[in-house]
């Protein structure tokens, strides 16, 4: 019987696997934070284990005692191997990572559900051979809520393991008492700033830089242990934030003596709330930075920018519009900037007269803004400006940022789906109006905006309609308000579809271009945000 | 954090023992305060080894129980880092010796100088000093550098490049069609060797064929060039990479053979006390600096700077003229892409310190490391992997796996 017990517990586990793998991964994808898991959770119905819980109380209830233990336990075993089989596979665009953390946080999940089942059966006197199915049945319906638990328990120990890694990385920095920090944050154009500012620095000196998505306290970490070594004189660090006091959190850690802020907007409202918190929260960037009596370089055509007032000196850089007096307003800056499907073209000036010209393939006026505070960052750490025109003219995009994808396929793509901020999706759309031909637009929405994101959504619709000749929408609910937007606009509702996902999305792309006729132009297709898997519509 | 710099020497060259000696002075000379020295030994076998006991030149004397001392090593690249790892891994714990930063071969000769050490690093993505593959494969060649050397424009002395088993099948004309090319006496050089060995000078017929053969020995290709009777050598060292050079002082080698020979490059030298053993190319007897005139100094100069671009070279490298004194005119010898001793006892005498010189090297090869890298890292989302249809390459693609 002992036998028996067995093949159902495997057959059970291996029926619970692909479940419990994607609420890890949900885990995983929210940080372990439970908060936001559980945010995550309650959405989800779980339909399918409800099901199976009804049919095992009926089963239980009815003709279990009519079979022989052994037959009734191998029944079960089959079922629930057969409900495994005939699962969808579901596509997953960012794998799980099977990290440390995953792993304990597994083991801790198993001996919870082993307690909690033999409490149960000690409990409810189950007799292990009938009532077994039933409990499995709670253990498989209660999945999500169990690791959330197991969570919190391994917490604490977690909390440690992370805390021993940062003092490691600290202590790395100390070792290097000459390297340069700088520090770069914002509520949107932070990669980009920082990729810029690593070729611009690269000119002279060995850079390092915070990988891709490494913007938070344990991904700097995580760098300076991984990445970092004798030969780096500049270390480039990336500070993401969600709430009051994230930035803080990776400046004590690094102690930058550099830093820009790129942008101000709303992004994250869902956390931050207001707009002021946003605020608040960038400029502890510039808190740090002052108590190191070292200089800030702030975006000053960003109106939430201007309007704070910093003790450490700044250098403020922007775009002129012509109408001011540009000294007054700015230490360097960009004249005479024009932009297009095959890039920009500016002058860099600083006060005295200076004015030097500059030529980059990156798509979108914004990213001159950026160029400007790599390029006063260079000048500062004592790259002369003539060095830098070559190294702007040579800037590769940044991945998924605006990047024009070079394919020989029947229509262009640029790639803009790691953006997803008002700013850039409209500085996105009026690049796209700039192409010649048939334009397409493809975008899932914008997220994490809190209470605005459905105006802020409609208004990216508004917008959209005066560049673009095709919406293709991706997913029914969240992209409503881009296509009321864009009907306002007096956009037609015949060149509008609303894909079920991106793969359908991209199908219909490839229609259109079927459907092309030549003197309609070469077709360009703008890819705006595209969504990680937690943000899936069920 | 100090710059992790392995100091790889040695190999399967006739000139394993030179560079033994280089590296014994390189790694004298490496500032300890900014670099942590790893000395890396290649033995006769390509065998790795590395330890404390490898710094000491003295322990050389004794080869088989210095490499007692020492833990036998191989190099990993692993996560965007390259490691030196003990070999055989011990049963319990990491095989991991050391990260190494970067790469500071001073070999000389076939099988390490020619790019195949370099080609090592570039697989391994290690940062190295000296020239890259190209150029050190190029340098190597006396043939192929002499046709660079002219292409670019460069005085060079003329000269015929055969196979050698060509003399052995057809030496009468072979023998027959050099004399009608060249005037007695003429040179005989084995194409890709160094430190003079193999060559020898011919006067007549016989000493010709002496020549041809002894240089057949060492190689399979052999370079004939006219001898310049009346001739004064000068040699110059540039430092420096693609944009921006720098010259050393000239120096005169002084020969007691016709040649300047092994024997006068490493053993000569009134200067040596008992037991110190050679010095390297800094115990060879020369005029420092050289005696000429200082106009024809600095069109050494100049010409120095002009080969060590045409060839691509990096680090520093050594150029050697003839100067035929009947008329003036100068000739590129060679060039030395990894120079005995790395000619530190020129740069001394332009003023630039020893550690001044490997400083610079580091700092040069870390430049042009990351001037071969652009972006860091790069991170796709999966989606595009559907475009593979329409011709777009996937997520591996244009942009996609790039350093």
């Known amino acids: 019987m002992a036998l028996y017990i067995a093949l159902l517990i495997i057959s059970f586990t291996f029926y619970i696997w692909t479940d419990l793998r994607r609420h890890i991964h949900m885990m995983q994808l929210n940080s372990y934070r439970n908060e936001r898991f559980f945010d995550w959770m309650k959405d989800q119905k779980r339909t399918e284990a409800s099901y199976v819980m009804f049919g095992l109380i009926i089963a239980n209830l009815t003709f279990t005692k009519m079979l022989a233990p052994n037959i009734y336990l191998l029944m079960h075993a089959t079922l629930f191997l057969v409900l495994r089989v005939i699962r969808k596979k579901q596509q997953e665009k960012k794998p799980l990572v099977f990290t440390w953390r995953v792993r304990r946080l597994l083991v801790t999940f198993t001996v919870l559900c082993t307690v909690m089942f033999l409490a149960l059966c000690y409990l409810f006197r189950a007799t292990v051979t009938y009532d077994i199915t039933f409990l499995l049945g709670i253990v498989n319906l209660f999945l999500p809520v169990l690791l959330l638990i197991a969570n919190r328990i391994n917490q604490p120990f977690e909390k440690k393991i992370a805390l021993g890694f940062t003092r490691d990385a600290m202590e790395r920095l100390a070792s290097s008492p000459d390297l340069k920090i700088v520090g770069i944050t914002g509520s949107y154009g932070k990669t980009s700033t920082k990729y810029i500012l690593h070729q611009l620095l690269s000119v002279k000196y060995q850079v390092l830089m915070t990988p891709e998505s490494f913007n938070t306290p344990m991904g700097v970490v995580r760098t300076i242990r991984e990445k970092l070594n004798g030969t780096h004189q500049i270390f480039i660090v990336e500070m993401g934030a969600k709430n009051i006091g994230d930035i803080k959190e990776i400046c004590d850690i690094v102690s930058p003596d550099m830093g820009i802020i790129s942008s101000i907007g709303e992004q994250h409202l869902e956390t931050f709330k207001t707009i002021e918190n946003v605020i608040e929260t960038k400029f502890e960037l510039a808190e740090a930075v002052a108590a190191k009596k070292g200089t800030m370089f702030l975006n000053y055509n960003n109106e939430a920018i201007r309007r704070q007032k910093i003790s450490a000196p700044m250098v403020r850089y922007g775009v002129a519009n012509g109408k001011e007096t540009p000294q007054k307003h700015y230490d360097v800056w960009a004249e005479n900037l024009s932009s297009g499907p095959h890039g920009s073209t500016f002058d860099l000036c600083q006060p005295g007269g200076s004015r030097m010209a500059f030529e980059t393939r990156l798509l979108g006026p914004h990213n001159v803004q950026n160029i400007l505070a790599g390029a006063a960052v260079a000048m500062a750490l004592g790259i002369r400006l003539e060095q830098l025109v070559p190294a702007v003219r040579r800037l590769e995009p940044v991945p998924h940022r605006l990047q024009m994808l070079k394919n020989k396929g029947r229509y262009q793509i640029i790639d803009d789906a790691f953006n997803a901020n008002p700013e850039g999706a409209k500085a996105a759309v009026e690049t796209l109006g700039t192409f010649q031909g048939f334009r397409v637009l493809i975008t899932p929405g914008m997220v994490e905006l809190g209470e605005k994101e459905e105006s802020l959504n409609r208004e990216f619709g508004f917008q959209a309609a005066r560049h673009c000749d095709y919406i293709i929408l991706v997913g029914y609910n969240r992209a409503k308000p881009i296509k009321e937007g864009a009907l306002k606009a007096g956009f037609s509702e015949d060149n509008i579809y609303t894909a079920k996902d991106i793969y359908d999305a991209l199908k219909m792309a490839d229609t259109l271009a079927d459907g092309l006729k030549p003197e309609e132009g070469p077709m360009v297709v703008l890819l705006e945000n595209d969504l990680p898997d937690n943000y899936l519509e069920a | 954090m100090k710059i992790n710099v392995g100091v790889f020497f040695g190999g399967k060259s006739v000139e394993h023992e030179i560079s033994v000696i280089s590296a014994a002075q390189t790694m004298a000379a490496i500032d300890p305060a900014k670099y942590q020295i790893v000395p890396v030994y290649i033995t006769k076998e390509n065998e790795f080894y590395t330890g404390e006991a490898l710094i000491e030149i003295r322990n050389f004397a004794d080869l088989p129980k210095l490499l007692e001392k020492c833990q036998r090593v191989h190099l990993l690249k692993e996560k965007g880092k390259t490691y030196l790892l003990r070999y055989p891994a011990k049963l319990f714990g990491s095989p991991v010796l050391t990260a190494l930063d970067v790469a500071f071969p001073v070999v000389h000769g076939t099988n390490v100088e020619d790019g195949s050490l370099q080609g090592?690093?570039?697989?391994?993505?290690?940062?190295?000093?000296?020239?890259?593959?190209?150029?050190?494969?190029?340098?190597?060649?006396?043939?192929?550098?002499?046709?660079?050397?002219?292409?670019?424009?460069?005085?060079?002395?003329?000269?015929?490049?055969?196979?050698?088993?060509?003399?052995?099948?057809?030496?009468?004309?072979?023998?027959?069609?050099?004399?009608?090319?060249?005037?007695?006496?003429?040179?005989?050089?084995?194409?890709?060797?160094?430190?003079?060995?193999?060559?020898?000078?011919?006067?007549?017929?016989?000493?010709?064929?002496?020549?041809?053969?002894?240089?057949?020995?060492?190689?399979?290709?052999?370079?004939?060039?006219?001898?310049?009777?009346?001739?004064?050598?000068?040699?110059?060292?540039?430092?420096?990479?693609?944009?921006?050079?720098?010259?050393?002082?000239?120096?005169?080698?002084?020969?007691?053979?016709?040649?300047?020979?092994?024997?006068?490059?490493?053993?000569?030298?009134?200067?040596?006390?008992?037991?110190?053993?050679?010095?390297?190319?800094?115990?060879?007897?020369?005029?420092?600096?050289?005696?000429?005139?200082?106009?024809?100094?600095?069109?050494?100069?100049?010409?120095?700077?002009?080969?060590?671009?045409?060839?691509?070279?990096?680090?520093?490298?050594?150029?050697?003229?003839?100067?035929?004194?009947?008329?003036?005119?100068?000739?590129?010898?060679?060039?030395?892409?990894?120079?005995?001793?790395?000619?530190?006892?020129?740069?001394?005498?332009?003023?630039?310190?020893?550690?001044?010189?490997?400083?610079?090297?580091?700092?040069?090869?870390?430049?042009?490391?990351?001037?071969?890298?652009?972006?860091?890292?790069?991170?796709?989302?999966?989606?595009?992997?559907?475009?593979?249809?329409?011709?777009?390459?996937?997520?591996?693609?244009?942009?996609?796996?790039?350093?």
């Open chain 2, 120 to 403: 090592f690093f570039e697989l391994h993505d290690l940062p190295y000093t000296g020239p890259d593959v190209c150029a050190s494969a190029a340098g190597m060649d006396k043939w192929v550098m002499k046709c660079v050397l002219q292409g670019a424009g460069l005085p060079v002395l003329p000269g015929y490049c055969f196979q050698s088993s060509l003399y052995y099948v057809r030496s009468q004309e072979l023998i027959g069609k050099l004399e009608s090319m060249f005037e007695y006496p003429m040179i005989v050089k084995p194409v890709n060797l160094g430190s003079s060995i193999g060559i020898s000078k011919a006067s007549d017929t016989q000493s010709l064929k002496d020549a041809i053969e002894l240089a057949a020995a060492f190689s399979g290709r052999i370079l004939i060039e006219p001898v310049v009777v009346d001739l004064k050598e000068v040699n110059c060292a540039v430092l420096g990479d693609f944009e921006y050079t720098q010259a050393s002082a000239c120096e005169e080698p002084i020969h007691t053979d016709d040649i300047l020979s092994y024997r006068d490059k490493y053993m000569g030298g009134a200067k040596q006390s008992a037991g110190q053993g050679s010095k390297g190319m800094g115990s060879a007897k020369r005029r420092l600096p050289a005696e000429i005139p200082a106009e024809t100094e600095e069109q050494i100069k100049d010409l120095a700077q002009k080969a060590f671009i045409a060839m691509n070279c990096s680090g520093v490298a050594r150029i050697d003229f003839l100067m035929d004194m009947t008329d003036g005119q100068i000739y590129i010898n060679e060039l030395n892409t990894i120079p005995g001793s790395l000619s530190f006892y020129l740069w001394e005498a332009a003023g630039m310190s020893f550690p001044e010189l490997t400083d610079q090297m580091i700092q040069l090869a870390l430049k042009r490391d990351r001037q071969k890298k652009t972006l860091v890292w790069s991170n796709e989302t999966n989606i595009l992997s559907n475009f593979n249809d329409y011709g777009v390459k996937g997520a591996k693609g244009a942009k996609g796996a790039r350093l």
